[in-house]
């Protein structure tokens, strides 16, 4: 189980315990997060599901696909140096009290 805490875009702050497995964006929609579209279901297509990952967790993390990475260049809005999409990180206990803040749009 890890404890991940999702800042949505206006400010509002939501804590969610998520199964190990689950993806971020999975727990973000089930728990009602605004700000998580995900339209294409996780499958690393639409970058729906862009987020700021704290930086302070950035190395708990696995380097990002080449899809991935696309995705971010091309699609996403906003994009940052931390910048992922919620739908290619699973939660793991590694990553208990990853703090993720979502942008404004999602393209």
Do not use: F
Request: aromatic share 2%; proline share 5%; hydrophobic share 35%.
């Amino acid at each position: 189980m890890a404890q991940i805490t999702y800042i949505e875009a206006h400010g509002q702050t939501c804590t969610v315990d998520l199964p190990e497995g689950w993806n971020l964006m999975q727990g973000a929609i089930a728990n009602g997060i605004e700000g998580i579209l995900g339209e294409c279901g996780g499958s690393c297509a639409c970058a729906t599901c862009h987020c700021y990952v704290d930086e302070s967790h950035l190395p708990d993390l696995a380097e990002p696909s080449q899809t991935e990475l696309d995705m971010l260049e091309h699609v996403a809005a906003e994009r940052r140096p931390n910048s992922r999409l919620a739908c290619q990180i699973k939660a793991t206990a590694r990553l208990d009290g990853l703090i993720l803040r979502l942008p404004a749009a999602q393209e």
